[in-house]
C-alpha cells in the first residue's frame, strides 16, 4: 500500500492532522455517530459556522475550521444513505472521497482522516463502501504527490480488520 496511507483506530476527534473529514448529514447541523463527536469536540462555534452554510447536496463537501479541536480544519462530506445500491450510492460516496481531497489540496491540507462514511447510521455495507474509499484515496495519490498522509480511522475492530484486508 502506499506509504502515506494508514489504519488508525480510535475516535476522529482526537488525531492530530491538518483535517477530520466529518460523516455529515445534508443539514450540517449536526446528528448521531461520528457527526455528534465532532461537534461535541469542537465547541459551539462549529455549528455557528455550519449554519452559514446552507446545507450541503450529497457527495459535495464543506470545510470549516476545527475550533476546540486538535485538527485545524473539519472538511463535512455528505454520504448516501444506502438505498439497496442502485440509487447512485457508489458514485456519491466515491465523490466524497474526491472531494474532501480536491479541497485539501486547495488548502494546503498535508495530513487527512476520514471515518468509515456512510457506514454507520447510514447502512452503506462495510466491505463495499472501504473497496470505494481505497481506490479513491489509491489514485488521488498517485496523482497528488503533496499529500503526505491519509488515516483511515476506525472506530471499532471490525471496521478496522475490513480496511486491513481491503488495503
Ligand atoms: P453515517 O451516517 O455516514 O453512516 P456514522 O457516524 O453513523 O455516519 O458512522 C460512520 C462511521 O463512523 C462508523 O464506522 C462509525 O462507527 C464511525 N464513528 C462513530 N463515531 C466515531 C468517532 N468518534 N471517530 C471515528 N469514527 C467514528
Not at 495530513?111 to 489509491?138: D, M, N, Q
Request: aromatic letters at 6%; a negative charge.
Amino acid at each position: 500500500m502506499p506509504e502515506q496511507i494508514k489504519i488508525v483506530e480510535g475516535d476522529i476527534t482526537e488525531l492530530e492532522v491538518d483535517a477530520i473529514v466529518n460523516a455529515a448529514n445534508s443539514s450540517l447541523l449536526g446528528g448521531g455517530g461520528v457527526d455528534g463527536a465532532i461537534h461535541r469536540a469542537a465547541g459551539p462555534k462549529l455549528l455557528d459556522e455550519c449554519r452559514k452554510l446552507g446545507g450541503c447536496p450529497t457527495g459535495e463537501v464543506r470545510l470549516t475550521k476545527g475550533y476546540d479541536l486538535p485538527a485545524k480544519y473539519v472538511i463535512h462530506a455528505v454520504g448516501p444513505v444506502w438505498d439497496g445500491g442502485g440509487h447512485g450510492e457508489d458514485e456519491s460516496l466515491a465523490n466524497c472521497y474526491r472531494n474532501a481531497l480536491q479541497t485539501a489540496i486547495d488548502h494546503k491540507i498535508h495530513s487527512i482522516a476520514f471515518p468509515a462514511i456512510s457506514t454507520g447510521i447510514y447502512g452503506f455495507p462495510l466491505k463495499r463502501a472501504t473497496e470505494i474509499a481505497v481506490r479513491e484515496v489509491r489514485e488521488f495519490l498517485d496523482k497528488h504527490p503533496q499529500i503526505d498522509e491519509v488515516l483511515f480511522c476506525c472506530f471499532d475492530d471490525r471496521t478496522a480488520r475490513v480496511y486491513e484486508e481491503t488495503l
